[in-house]
């Protein structure tokens, strides 16, 4: 067969889905301009309850149960990931966390950790990854790329930190960062969840919803 | 170990099929005209005693006055490779012959040099962005890039 058959027979992707694509990064480019909310805001919250006691003794329980069982969902982009298979290793041990689990669906999901740089090619998929996963989801930017775009910040192609596309609870500073440090990130956004308001303040689970919707642009 | 062919002699022998193609020749690389490369390509594949029937890799470098897009060729069964060089003048419009049609893995690396050095090739059958997406304003792998 010659070499010009098989370029005939030759499956390009479609003219019409590249425009799209090109169209939605645009759109998330327009939208990460817009202001971040102050990640620490929660430190500074007074604790308002309703019906302080047996509301807020069922808070405890439900915030028990979620920090010590938080799966993470695969989004490793880059380097950094290694990071984190070696804090998942047998020497760092992150099932004492209860975390041992790497879901592979982000339907079954509650943590994503971001672990490297990210193009805006590859940004639309993150976001959409973020918006499957089930409420509540919490997500850490690990590292400087997931920071703020770390040494590629003023390339033309990468996204300056995972916050312009998701809301970020917790920065895990380094290059990469050590194991220790992501299971001290780790650490951090369990003391976040232990705080955090089901029931006993109806205000709680509302912010979040704004947080989000700030971002994916809907009202 | 892959003996790399001098480009003196591989011009010689070009030159006695298309007399008009090769620019210059050195040690090292052939030089040819841009609008002749696909025939120079087509003759290095087909000829039995050079047979370039695998392509290495196109890559492509900006220098100021001109593109060069450069093509590393060899030959699985005589062993032997080449550089073989062209250069396109024009920096607002710059066309240089795809080669697809001979190798079928010049296909996404002339994609590439079309995203990211802003380099036509003329014949290619899906010439658009591979690395960045649709709507994107430039080429950023040019000099003048900012």
Known sequence: MEIGDITQRY?????????????????????????IPDPDKWLEEKQR?????????????????????????I??????????????????????FGMEILRASPRQADLMITAGTLTWKAAPQV????????????????????????????????????NRIVPVDVYVPGCPPRPEALIYGIRMLHYKISRGRTLSSPLAGGERLEEASLLSGKD | MTVSLSGNEVAKQITKHLSEAVIKASGEAVLVKSESIFDVAEYLKSSPELDFDYLNYITAVDYYDYFEVVYQLTSMKHNHSLVLKTRCYDRDNPVVPSVVKLWQ???FQEREI???????????????????????????LRKDYL
């Not at chain 1, 380097?79 to 047998?90: D, G, H, L, P, V």
């Not at chain 2, 059958?125 to 709507?135: D, F």
């Open chain 2, 114 to 140: 079309y995203d990211l050095m802003g380099i036509s090739f003329e014949g290619h059958p899906n010439l658009k962005r591979i690395l960045l997406w649709e709507g994107f304003e430039g080429h950023p």
């Open chain 1, 49 to 73: 309850y309703v019906f302080p006691y047996i509301l807020a003794s069922l808070d405890i329980i439900f915030n028990w149960a979620r920090r010590c069982s938080l799966w993470p969902v």
């Open chain 1, 75 to 96: 989004c490793f982009p880059a380097c950094c990931a290694f990071e984190f298979i070696a804090a998942n290793a047998s020497r760092f041990d992150l099932s004492r």
């Open chain 1, 127 to 162: 976001r959409r990854i973020y918006e499957q996963m089930a409420e509540p989801k919490w997500v850490i930017a690990m590292g400087a790329c997931g920071i703020s775009g770390g040494i590629f910040r003023s390339s033309y192609n990468v996204v300056p930190g995972y």
């Open chain 1, 11 to 35: 499956i390009y992707s479609d003219a019409e889905l590249d425009r799209a694509e090109g169209e939605a990064i645009e759109a998330l480019k327009a939208l990460s301009q817009q202001p």
């Open chain 2, 105 to 107: 893995g010049a296909d």
